[in-house]
């Protein structure tokens, strides 16, 4: 199914999550006005490394980040594997590769509008955070480099 968020559309597998394609977007609004930091749906993980990933991505808290490397270090794998990975998420957003970055850059987004939507979902996260979170990313450039 197509979800959209601030005119950018991305898809989102709909057989990966129990809940119909109204609540998803109907939680989607909420995140969009800052009023929901955490999905309630049910997702169906892969059974395999990009499930692991998953796993680790959804465990990071809203307004928060963390490496490629931090997620490999945890997995026991690379940082490119871990990328990947984000890349194959099926559920995009509902489970957070957004929140995942380089060390010295943003890194990618696999949905429509890329790095630009991914840098303004860590923006979003970070003023409905309370603004202390991700203070280092704010200086990231539009091809998210410094």
């Known amino acids: 199914m197509e979800v959209a968020l601030w005119g950018y559309r991305f898809e989102v597998d709909e057989s990966r999550i129990t809940e119909s394609p109204a609540e998803v977007r109907r939680q989607v609004r909420e995140y ?3 009023e929901r930091h955490a999905f309630d749906l049910t997702v169906a993980v892969p059974d395999d490394f990009t ?3 998953m796993d680790a991505m959804a465990a990071i ?3 928060e980040t963390r490496t490629y490397g931090d997620l490999a270090g945890e997995l026991d794998t690379s940082p490119v594997a871990v990328g990947g990975a984000c890349g194959r998420n099926p559920v995009p ?3 957070p590769c957004h929140r995942v970055v ?3 850059r943003l890194g990618g987004f696999s949905a429509e509008g890329g790095v630009d939507l991914k840098r303004a979902l860590l ?3 970070r003023e409905h955070a309370g603004g202390e979170r991700q203070a280092s990313l704010a200086g990231y450039g539009a091809n998210g480099n410094r």
């Open 32 to 34: 969009e006005r800052g």
């Open 51 to 53: 499930g692991r990933v």
């Open 61 to 63: 808290p809203y307004g």
């Open 93 to 95: 957003l509902v489970v």
């Open 102 to 104: 380089g060390r010295d």
């Open 123 to 125: 923006a979003h996260e």
